[in-house]
């Protein structure tokens, strides 16, 4: 998929919250983005030798990619007006690392904006 996509201006995909803003960065426009890429995963990632081929993608270029998706993360917090949003953004962010539990990272700042 990578090897094909970047051939039509598409980056490395992954999943996560990054690929979700690598995906609104560089112009997704509809849910169906979303499905063609699901398919052509399918489809690409069935094949055994593609593997070997995604293993030599260099490391370097995925931490890049990475890089400016966390920026774009990031810049949502620019736009945060209130006090109370930046708090349950910092206790979301420290019991992630503390924990490392995702799914009670979840609830963790539904409480916070619950409780604040």
Known sequence: MNLIG???????????????????????MSEWCVALLGVAKLVLGLDSSLVKILDQ?????????LLFAGIE???????MN?????VVMLICTL??????????????????ICFL
């Open 6 to 28: 970047r051939w039509f201006g598409a980056t490395p995909c992954c999943h996560g919250a990054e690929g979700i803003a690598r995906q609104y960065k560089f112009g997704r």
């Open 82 to 86: 209130y006090k109370e949003e930046s």
């Open 57 to 65: 993608f260099p490391v370097g270029v995925l931490g890049v990619l």
């Open 95 to 112: 019991f992630h690392l503390l924990a490392q539990v995702q799914h009670l990272n979840f609830f963790v700042g539904l409480l916070c």
């Open 73 to 79: 993360l990031a810049m949502c917090s620019m736009v």
